[in-house]
Structure formats: C-alpha cells, structure tokens
C-alpha cells in the first residue's frame, strides 16, 4: 500500500526539525543530512523519488544483501514508481530472483552484470503482453532468471530446455489464477514458481516467507477473497 499523506510507506505523520540528521535512502541506500523523518525510520532520497521504475529496481538490487525475492519484490512495489499494473514487473521478477540467487550463493559481485542483462531483456517485453500476446510478462521473467543464470543461448541444450520449462510452468499457475490480470499477483505467483524450480533442478534453496499484498486497494479488477494473497486485514 502507498500512501499520498505523511511517509508514502507507513502513512505516519512525518517528524520535522530543525537540527538535521543522518538518514538513509531505503531504496539506493546512499545516506545523507535532512531534517524530515519518518517515526518509523522510513526515507527516500531525492534521487530514488525522481528515478523511473527501471532505475530504482537495478539499484536496490544492486545494493541489498536480502535472499529473499519475495520481500524484494514486495519492497520495490512500495516505490511510487512502480504502478499496480506496467512492464516494470516484467524486470522486477528476474531482478528479485538474480539478487536472491546471487545473494544466497554467496556471488553478489554478478549481481550488477546479470542484473542490467535481465533490464536489457525485460525491456522488451512489452506492457500488456498477457492480453496481446497470450504470455505474461512475469512468466518471460522467470525464463530470462534462469536463462542468465545457466548462460543460455538459442544454441543451449539442457540450458535451453530448463529455460523454455520454466516460463511454461510460471505461465500454467499464472493462467490458472485466472483474468483479469493483476501484475502484483502474477509477479507474486512467478516468483513462489521459479524459487520451487530452482530447489528442485539446481538444488538452490532460496527463503520465501508468506506473502501477503498489500496493494488490493489500487486495483479495480481485485478479485479479493478469490486471490491467495489477498487479506481482508491488509
């Protein structure tokens, strides 16, 4: 949930002094001087208010230490950048997966190439993809996760096929959950599917805890109690 009042992640009023503080961005995580605080510790840069959906996942990708993609994705799409709907999902999927991957294999020099990679690919994967194409951008996400991480090419044997399946698998439970779409829950689903398909051919365990959105609000097509991460209480 965003908030357009007070601190858009928690809604509490904002503290403001006169004496200034050191604070931190929770999206770059650059640290600078200012007078205006969330109770909660809550601040976003300038920058990171400014930047587009793209930027803001490459770059807290690029400097978070979290392994689990879930709580990834679930902070960047508190960033008013990223929309309830648009193709910023299409990247934020395999951005999440490649920086708890490389978080949890103890690689995280990669993340920076990789993850520009998946952005590179993302990008063209148009919005609307589901409707207009029968495939769903945070499915391909899942593909390009796991064709970045095998090093797959068209060429690929064992690398192409465990990269077409993956996208398939993500795509059946995504189709199965029905339409209309909702980018926060395919985004959701796509992640739950690859972190199972990773433990199972790459014996790479990644931690998800339950996720519960928090984004029901924003979307008028919500399909509420009918949807497995929806929370009357959220």
């Given amino acids: 949930m965003l908030f357009t009042e007070g601190c858009i992640i928690c809604g509490k009023e904002l503290i403001y002094s006169e004496d200034t503080n ?33 930027e803001v996942i490459e770059n807290y990708c690029n400097q978070t230490d979290e ?42 020099a990669l993340k920076p190439g990789k993850i520009s990679t998946a952005r590179n690919r993302a990008s063209a994967v148009l919005g609307g993809f589901c409707g207009s194409h029968g495939n769903c951008g945070a499915a391909v996400g899942t593909g390009i996760f796991i064709s970045i991480i095998t090093a797959n090419t068209p ?8 990269s077409n399946k993956m996208t398939a698998i993500a795509l059946l439970h995504i189709a199965d959950a029905g339409g209309p779409r909702c980018c926060k829950r395919d985004s959701y689903i796509a992640i739950q599917v690859a972190v199972d398909y990773l433990k199972k051919h790459f014996e790479v365990e990644l931690p998800l805890s339950p996720i519960t959105c928090l984004h029901s609000d924003r979307n008028k097509q919500c399909k509420k109690s009918e949807c497995n991460y929806f929370s009357k209480s959220a």
């Fill in 22 to 54: 050191k604070v931190k961005c929770l999206f770059c995580g650059a640290e600078q001087e200012g007078n205006v605080q969330c109770p909660d510790g809550h601040f976003i840069c300038d920058t990171c208010h400014q930047s587009s959906a793209f």
């Fill in 155 to 162: 060429l690929g044997e064992k690398e192409w096929q465990l």
């Fill in 67 to 108: 392994k689990d993609p879930g709580k990834i994705a679930q902070h960047l799409m508190n960033h008013p950048s990223v929309h309830m709907h648009g193709p910023e999902h299409h990247f934020l999927v395999p951005a999440c997966l490649l920086t708890a991957y490389y978080n949890q294999t103890n690689k995280p």
